[in-house]
């Protein structure tokens, strides 16, 4: 079965500091997406990235990075210089090419405090 | 291009009373998802309409809901009768047809939070 854990529930930083969202994930299939969301206090899902499982190279954009290690089955997300715009929830999630559903972690929340 | 939208925004009802949420597409997305987040836990996916027919509705919580897309285009999702339960944020996501060996993105909607008092 996929398996999507977020183990940490709730985050809280002070702006300009260095944070890092973990994420675990399970399946039995050698072809996956993995997948970062934010959902900020509005509440619309804000898509931020995608990875296939044979792309293990690490991503940065601008402040954001994510680091995918097969060998642990994780798929981190940093966010360097945090911003007050930052906080948000954040999931990561996983997903399949023959199943359309996305299977999403329980979120982490992410408090940046000024 | 518009994106997906969804209507209400938000939604307050009384328990035991109807309450029917609409999705649309983007335009010529065939594939249409309903996912839902409750209280503190994940999202979680409801179904999925492939043009008018369900392709999995494997994550539907029980004969409470009602979910339609009738002419394959925009969806509704009905609860009927609600419980306090069933409050969250319910988010719609489409995605087009893909190409062989191409990923098929689901773009989502803004959500419907749901209050049922």
């Known amino acids: 079965a996929q398996k999507v854990t977020q183990a940490q529930t709730e985050i809280s930083v002070v702006e300009k500091e260095d944070v890092t969202l973990d994420c675990v994930y399970e399946t039995r299939d050698t072809t996956y997406y993995l997948f970062w969301y934010k959902q900020p206090p509005s509440g619309e899902l804000v898509f931020l990235i995608r990875r296939n499982s044979f792309d293990e190279q690490n991503e940065i954009s601008g402040r954001y990075s994510w680091n995918f290690q097969k060998s642990t089955s994780s798929f981190n997300f940093t966010i360097t210089a945090s911003q007050v715009v930052d906080s948000a929830v954040y999931f990561c999630a996983l997903s399949d090419p023959w199943d359309d559903k996305i299977i999403f972690g329980k979120g982490t929340r992410l408090h940046i405090l000024p | 291009e518009a994106g997906v939208t969804q209507f209400p925004s938000h939604s307050v009802i009384e328990k035991g009373q109807t309450v029917t949420l609409r999705c649309d597409p983007i335009?010529?997305?065939?594939?249409l998802y309903w996912y839902r987040r409750v209280m503190g836990k994940e999202i979680k996916f409801l179904l999925h309409?492939?043009?008018?027919?369900?392709?999995?509705e494997s994550g539907m919580p029980n004969n409470r809901f009602l979910a339609e897309r009738t002419g394959g285009t925009y969806s509704t999702l009905k609860v009927q009768p609600a419980e306090l339960e069933d409050s969250g944020v319910y988010f719609c996501?489409?995605?087009?047809?893909?190409?062989?060996?191409?990923?098929?993105?689901?773009?989502f909607g803004p959500g419907t939070r749901l209050t049922v008092l």
């Open positions: 335009s010529g997305h065939d594939n």
């Open positions: 309409f492939v043009k008018e027919s369900k392709q999995d």
């Open positions: 996501a489409s995605s087009q047809v893909p190409g062989q060996g191409s990923y098929n993105e689901q773009f």
